[in-house]
């Protein structure tokens, strides 16, 4: 199983990326998809996440307007959608995979992340 993520770099405040996370060597149709974050000094947190079939999502009330969660099961692939970028939003970004029935759980799969950092 491997779970590729991509499209950090160095944004302005106030600006837009965009990640993705490529998966392989799974079902990534019967898998929650998530994103989570690591500031440095600081515990990892959730994100958001987005569920299979009618994809579902949720999203953490730090990025709630700003940043959206999208998946293309065809292609294997998730997207992290942000807008507005804070310096606060500064980390580390990873995206997991869960087989559970909760985006809260425990993620069984993780990509290596990709970094985002805004400046002022």
């Known amino acids: 199983v491997q779970l590729q993520a991509s499209g950090g770099g160095l944004v302005q405040a106030g600006g837009s990326l965009r990640l993705s996370c490529a998966a392989s060597?799974?079902?990534?149709?019967?898998?929650?998809m998530g994103w989570f974050r690591q500031a440095p000094g600081k515990e990892r947190e959730f994100v958001a996440a987005?569920?299979?079939?009618?994809?579902?999502?949720y999203t953490a009330n730090s990025v709630k307007g700003r940043f959206t969660i999208s998946r293309d099961n065809a292609k294997n692939t998730v997207s992290l959608q942000m807008n507005s970028l804070k310096l606060e939003d500064t980390a580390v970004y990873y995206c997991?995979?869960?087989?559970?029935?909760?985006?809260?759980?425990?993620?069984?799969?993780w990509g290596q992340g990709t970094l985002v950092t805004v400046s002022s």
């Open positions: 997991a995979a869960s087989p559970r029935a909760t985006p809260f759980g425990k993620y069984d799969y």
């Open positions: 060597g799974l079902p990534f149709g019967v898998y929650i």
């Open positions: 987005i569920t299979w079939g009618a994809g579902s999502t």
